[in-house]
């Protein structure tokens, strides 16, 4: 067996489809899993490079950073700056997940010529339900793509077609698909100057193609029926909003969508995660939600987005974005971040017990290197630790 079937067998495999890309044509597709998630379906020859090279850049095997930033945060990771803030055309900030900052700054970068492309996940126009990548050249382009798209996707398998263009492109995707692209671009130092800016956004985790379904049945529309699905945006934090071939329109808040139904139906990979923050991204951003009561406040309102640069690279595109008045931004303090994403704190702590029990568990575990887990591991508490190890134990042996 090699290493990407060993990878998917063990639980580990984020979906990102880099493995796709590195292979010889056809030898590895993406196709969706009976369990609803993107998996390597691997059809052809894997050579002993392609191997090596698997190893070093998969985010199922490793997450890694080269060296460690003398701003490293231990549960933020590289911070250069933080703001709140949101993109100034109205149109963008109601249509993206948060602010509409991603979108904004994925405007600016083509309008100021500094890129050719961006390549970010959007609705595939064959499929309502289902994700592709995008190559979005205009800004209309980037707004049809606004808005979260919590279902399974795999950016990086057409990489290699993407860097074959010759062009100069940013790209905008999942923390694990951008510490994939960093790894490859480590390998293929090469490639680093068409691709100066990565974007990426906080994550909680990737759902199976079959909670959509769900939601949309639990939403009283029929599966077979959907012209139109967006999971969220539309306003902040926006409906998961399902439009039928009939013209009929079904909705479901934010809290009960991702809630209730989405975030219990999660790929393995996303439980045992330590970078839901988007670490090995030049610019992260995430809802930069209001408290009620000690906890997010979900009520509807203007978007707001967290905003983290994370390199100077970073720093240079959200500073010249604000002098153009593409967003405008705010600094707060490190420390506020924790109420506006509570659930990233709970699970940086738990990381490195995860994948401890995952490898007792299934005798592999993803490693991740340099981002400072074990300071961490019982600031939880000692018996809430070993009793999250001991579920996430059962969990990979497959137990109820």
Sequence with gaps: MNAIESTVRAGLCAGCGLCQAIAPNGAVTMQLSSQGFLRPKVTGIITSDVEKSFNRVCPGIVVAHESTSKNYHPTWGPIELVHVGYATDQTTRHMGSSGGVISALCIFLLKSNQVDFVAQIAVDKQNPLANKLQISRTATDVITAAGSRY??????????????????????????????????????????????IILSFMCAGIPSQNAT????????????????????????????????????????????????????????????????????????????????????????????????????????????????????????????????????????????????ATRLAVGNTTRFKGLKLVRQIFSSGFIYTLRNAWGTFRRAKGEP
């Design 151 to 196: 279902a399974p996707s795999s950016p990086l398998a057409h990489l290699n077609e993407l860097l074959a263009t010759g062009e100069h492109f940013a790209f905008v995707g999942k923390p694990c698909d951008a510490a994939a692209l960093r790894a490859y671009l480590r390998d293929n130092p090469q490639y680093k100057p068409q691709i100066p």
């Design 213 to 356: 379904l769900d939601v949309i049945k639990k939403m009283g529309a029929d599966p077979t029926q959907i012209e139109s699905f967006r999971y969220r945006g539309d306003g902040w934090p926006g409906m998961a909003r399902a439009i039928q071939a009939d013209g009929q329109n079904y909705e479901m808040d934010y809290n009960s969508s991702w809630g209730n139904i989405l975030g219990k139906q999660l790929q393995y990979r996303c439980k045992i995660c330590a970078d839901g923050t988007g670490e090995f991204a030049d610019v992260v951003c995430a809802d930069a939600w209001y408290g009620k009561d000690g906890y997010p406040d979900f009520a509807e309102r203007d978007g707001r987005s967290l905003i983290i640069s994370r390199t100077a690279a970073g720093n240079q595109l959200l500073n010249a974005a604000t002098s153009s008045n593409a967003i405008v931004m705010e600094p707060i303090s490190v420390g506020e971040i924790d109420a506006m994403q509570p659930y990233q704190v709970n699970r940086r702590q738990l990381a490195a017990a995860r994948g401890v």
